[in-house]
């Protein structure tokens, strides 16, 4: 059976090498962000394709999943804060400014409503993701989509349409289970590097982190400069899903402390600095809101 604590391990150490910074380039740089998701992704990737080699040769229980095949999108999906940023980030790069606000607006609303729904509910209801193209079956973000989303799979597309047309668990959805372990552990180690870095590391709601990633600009440098930009994005199925993977980062944390692999304590930014960021983001912040209420 494949090590998955070892892989987080090995997870939570790439992301940790990426967290040191590097000298070319300021600590807080939001590309930063940027490189540390991808690349717990890509090895989340390659130590999936290795243990698929080694634990079926004959790739005969891989996944059916394919393009235009969205049974699992309608969902409110986990994702680690630096994820939804990564996100966020990517969004804000791909999108024309009419598309962002309209997006934002429907954010918004989607996470108003659904913030005391449990995952359970979600299906029920059948909202899709508000990432998921409906009339194409596809994901807009799949590029930067979130670990678990490229975690979960399915080998019986008949399955996960019954499960669908349920909506309330009683089909079981045969998986690739190394391919859910392996990139879920993955996952755990890049929230483990976080959290020993001093940085906001919980799982969110994709739809209220987003909501809250895109009506902040400044959000990544201020998740890098350790400060919880996406605090209020906590709703009941993510307090949920935390309940279920602490323990695991708990464990992932000690082994990196009994190997010494810790960061040490984030420099405190001067108090002058600190003042005119704050005052700055408080500037925005009204900006944005007299943007939002002047009438069109």
């Known amino acids: 059976m494949?090590?998955?604590?070892?892989?987080?391990?090995?997870?939570?150490?790439?992301?940790?090498?990426?967290?040191?910074?590097?000298?070319?380039?300021?600590?807080d740089s939001p590309e930063l962000l940027d490189e540390l998701v991808d690349s717990v992704h890509e090895l989340a990737y390659a130590v999936n394709?290795?243990?698929?080699?080694?634990?079926?040769?004959?790739r005969v229980h891989l996944p059916v999943c394919r393009d235009g095949c969205a049974w699992c999108c309608y969902a409110d999906v986990i994702a680690y804060a630096p994820e939804v940023l990564r996100i966020a980030r990517y969004l804000r790069s791909t999108q024309e400014p009419e598309e962002l606000s309209a997006l934002r607006a429907r954010l918004r609303e989607l996470a108003s409503r659904t913030r005391d729904m449990t995952t359970d509910d979600w299906k029920k209801e059948?909202?899709?993701?508000?990432?998921?193209?409906?009339?194409?079956?596809s994901c807009t973000v799949h590029e930067v989509r979130p670990g678990l989303c490229r975690a979960y799979n399915s080998l019986n597309v008949a399955q996960c349409i019954q499960s669908f047309e349920a909506?309330?668990?009683?089909?079981?959805?045969?998986?690739?289970?190394?391919?859910?372990?392996?990139?879920?552990?993955?996952?755990?180690?890049?929230?483990?590097?976080?959290?020993?870095?001093?940085?906001e590391w919980e799982g969110l709601s994709l739809t209220a982190g987003l909501a809250a990633a895109l009506e902040t600009p400044e959000a990544p440098e201020a998740w890098l400069a350790g400060e919880?930009?996406?605090?209020?994005?906590?709703t009941?199925?993510?307090?949920?899903?935390?309940?279920?993977?602490?323990?695991?980062?708990d464990r992932?944390?000690?082994a990196l402390q009994a190997e010494g692999g810790g960061l040490p304590p984030r420099p405190?930014?001067?108090?002058?600095?600190?003042?005119?960021?704050?005052?700055?983001?408080?500037?925005?912040?009204?900006?944005?809101?007299?943007?939002?209420?002047?009438?069109?």
């Open 49 to 58: 394709e290795r243990l698929q080699s080694e634990e079926d040769p004959l």
């Open 2 to 27: 494949p090590d998955y604590a070892a892989i987080a391990l090995d997870a939570a150490r790439t992301a940790l090498s990426i967290l040191r910074g590097k000298e070319e380039r300021p600590h």
């Open 268 to 296: 405190a930014a001067a108090p002058s600095q600190m003042a005119d960021d704050l005052s700055r983001r408080e500037r925005n912040r009204k900006k944005r809101q007299r943007q939002t209420r002047r009438p069109r």
């Open 236 to 249: 009941r199925a993510s307090r949920g899903w935390k309940a279920l993977y602490t323990a695991d980062v």
């Open 126 to 137: 059948r909202i899709p993701c508000p990432m998921l193209d409906v009339e194409s079956a």
């Open 167 to 199: 909506g309330d668990g009683s089909v079981p959805v045969p998986s690739n289970r190394v391919q859910q372990s392996s990139i879920q552990a993955a996952g755990i180690g890049l929230v483990a590097a976080c959290r020993a870095s001093g940085l």
């Open 252 to 254: 992932t944390l000690r």
């Open 228 to 234: 919880r930009p996406l605090h209020e994005a906590e």
